[in-house]
């Protein structure tokens, strides 16, 4: 393709964009956060290094799945990548661009997380109703968890002790070293398609197909009921402190507290948007109050709850944002929209 | 749940979706093949059951695993397919990669939970349209599993099209039979005869579902005059009011018909004439979900009469008739 956009915000002095064919389906950042990948529609993975970050020719396309990417997350090495596919595959992406299927399902590889830590490393991928866990190096499975049906988001607490999986009825809350193989079972009926676990480890919250969020106080299995949505909640995102939680699904940032008593009883802020259009995806910076936001005509923009300040990161792009995500340092960020347009821009630069 | 028709203009950016059911052994992946490998230059996604007892010779094929689901509106007829609202958003991944969507379904699927998938997903309604369902019927057993089997009155009930297959494994007495029955369950959708699957595609495909004018057309009048049906039974009840309709009033009356005896109203579909409006509406509806938008003006000379088909059980034809009625303009 070679549509051309002319993009304004941050990303015209900090960042470059190229427009690539397919849906972007993910995008993240390498654990050393010199890498960035986006994976496509089309299967493909484009990989941007930092050091030639604004030269968007120079990005890289891996051929990596048969059919829709659908999942990226950084290895637990410092470099590459691992990513799940329709094709029912879990593969690595290695720094030298060789791909290794680490497992093949015959189902598809919907969502893929990685938790590293100085004593323990996982990989957890989630197919159909199972989710695997495997080791640091992906080749080995350490356990398979069963679900009642189709697993529709995963999540490591910030421990890397529970991996929590949300699905038709509730969510399940599994024990990453325990000998017992039964979850916590977390209940509530209705198809949830996604989730999100607090840093402190306070709450579960899943997204539902009704277009709202349920949530679980995990010290005492308590139920929060946070709604109000005009759409389905398809990207949650906590602060790193815990406080809030971002959401999309309203032409607002829906941001609830997670201080004070709340989320319980008190009303969500909402943080500016982009002219009426529905936000599309959320992220927090990993260290600062800051979360970005994506919307459903291409507006990716850095909003800072306290002040309500606005930055824009990228005006005038195409189609729906559907992938957004900061490196571990919090100092690029990824976007994609579903036309095909990747855009990274590095924060720290001069 | 009964949300009020929704006016739409993006019909044509819609993939249509065609869905496949009917009895174990009917013939639906003989007609499936013969679909995909007839010479129509279009592509197709298909989305099978594991189950299937052949093989689909084509070249993006989708195992489906029939998760149904309930929805959280509080009714409990409102089920609707988790698995094809992911692989339905899976697929619109590649959009650029096929014309239209297949979804075949297991033998002895109720359909209800598939075309309810297509009325209550907001993301499958905002990219999808389904064409049709078109059920596949074989003649030579039908009767008999229509005695044994629930899930296959629902199928026909469900029909927009029927596909009757092995007509030549009957005689035309039989074949009579056969079609009587499958009228006095499903009065509206028309039947097609065939063999080993050899129909027609624009009998199956491109319906253009709501493009009801053709069907209604051709209701057959036997309907005004219907037998007495066990009350039990699936039936079809037709109706027709020369009076222009009230919008506001039809939607409160048809929503809270709905609401109200939508478990046993499987199917509701109508061409609409509303006061004031010169576009054609055509109103449909799985159980409680229901949906409709304008399709084009009445043709000069066309009596603009507002004809409304229910699909159910219990239903009470005077009933029926005196609400669609109110809703004439005073």
């Known amino acids: 393709m070679s549509e051309t956009l002319t993009l304004r915000g941050l990303i015209e002095k900090r960042g470059a964009s190229r427009v690539v064919e397919g849906h972007i389906t993910s995008c993240a950042a390498s654990r050393d956060h010199q890498r960035f990948a986006f994976t496509t529609g089309e299967g493909d993975v484009i990989v941007a290094h930092r050091s030639d970050l604004t030269d968007a020719a120079s990005w890289a396309t891996y051929a990596v799945h048969d059919g829709p990417a659908l999942s990226v997350t950084p290895d637990t090495d410092p470099h590459g990548f691992l990513t799940g596919g329709d094709d029912g595959r879990l593969c690595r992406l290695d720094m030298h661009g060789e791909i290794e299927e680490l497992g093949k399902s015959r189902r598809w590889v919907e969502h893929v997380l990685s938790y590293v830590d100085n004593k323990t490393s996982y990989i957890a991928a989630a197919m159909g109703k199972q989710v695997e866990l495997r080791d640091a190096t992906g080749r080995t499975v350490l356990k398979t968890f069963e679900h009642p049906s189709s697993v529709s988001g995963i999540t490591f607490d910030a421990k890397g002790k529970r991996l929590a999986a949300s699905h038709y009825n509730g969510a399940s809350l599994w024990y990453t070293q325990s000998k017992s193989d039964n979850p916590r079972l977390l209940e509530w009926k209705g198809s949830h398609i996604g989730i999100a676990m607090h840093p402190q480890g306070e709450a579960l919250v899943t997204a539902m197909q009704d277009n709202d969020l349920h949530g679980w106080r995990l010290s005492d299995g308590h139920n929060i009921r946070m709604s109000g949505y005009p759409t389905k909640v398809r990207s949650m995102s906590f602060s790193a402190n815990g406080k809030w939680l971002a959401t999309s699904g309203a032409d607002v940032v829906v941001m609830w507290p997670f201080f004070g008593g709340g989320p319980m009883g008190k009303p969500p802020a909402e943080l500016p948007g982009a002219g009426g259009a529905l936000c599309t995806r959320v992220a927090f910076h990993p260290e600062q109050e800051v979360v970005a936001a994506g919307f459903a005509d291409g507006t990716v923009l850095m909003i800072e709850p306290a002040t309500e300040r606005v930055l824009p990161v990228s005006l005038g792009g195409n189609g729906p944002i559907s992938a957004l995500a900061y490196s571990a340092d919090g100092c690029m960020l990824g976007f994609g929209t579903e036309e095909g347009l990747i855009g990274l821009v590095d924060l720290a630069a001069a | ?330």
């Not at chain 2, 075949?104 to 064409?131: H, I, M, N, S, Y």
């Not at chain 2, 020369?242 to 048809?254: C, E, S, V």
């Not at chain 2, 109203?265 to 509303?274: A, E, M, P, V, Y």
């Open chain 2, 1 to 330: 749940m009964s949300d009020a028709p929704l006016p739409s203009d993006t019909q044509d950016a819609l993939v249509p979706v065609t869905v496949l059911t009917g009895f174990l052994g009917a013939g639906k992946t003989t007609l499936l093949n013969h679909i995909l490998t007839a010479e129509h230059g279009r592509k197709y996604a298909v989305v099978i059951n594991e189950y299937g007892e052949l093989g689909v010779d084509n070249d993006l094929v989708v195992d489906a695993d029939e998760e149904v689901f309930e929805m959280n509106n509080g009714c409990i007829c409102c089920t609707v397919r988790g698995d094809l609202i992911r692989i339905l958003g899976g697929l619109m991944k590649r959009r650029g990669k096929f014309d239209g969507i297949i979804i075949e379904t297991t033998g002895l699927a109720d359909p209800a939970p598939v075309a309810q998938t297509f009325f209550a997903d907001e993301d499958v309604r905002a990219k999808t349209r389904l064409d049709a369902v078109v059920t596949v019927v074989d003649a030579l057993n039908i009767l008999q599993t229509l005695k044994e089997s629930p899930e296959a009155h629902q199928q026909i009930a469900f029909a927009d099209v029927m596909i009757l297959n092995k007509t030549d494994l009957v005689d035309d007495a039989q074949l009579k039979q056969v079609e009587d029955t499958l009228r006095s369950i499903n009065a509206i959708a028309p039947i097609h005869r065939a063999q080993k699957g050899n129909v027609k595609l624009t009998d199956v495909m491109d319906r253009g579902g709501f493009d009801l004018q053709r069907v209604l057309e051709h209701m057959p009048d036997f309907l005004e005059n219907p037998e007495h049906h066990h009350e039990e039974d699936l039936s079809s009840v037709s109706l027709t009011v020369k009076t222009p309709l009230d919008a506001g009033k039809f939607q409160m009356w048809i929503g809270a018909l709905l609401q109200e005896k939508g478990a046993d109203i499987l199917r509701t579909k109508g061409i609409l004439n509303f006061e004031g409006q010169p576009d054609r509406f055509a109103f449909q509806a799985v159980h409680m979900m229901a949906d409709g938008n304008n399709i084009g003006p009445w043709k000069e000379g066309e009596p603009r009469d507002s004809r409304l088909v229910f699909i159910g059980r219990n239903l009470n034809r005077p009933q029926l008739r005196r609400g669609l009625e109110s809703c004439a303009v005073a």
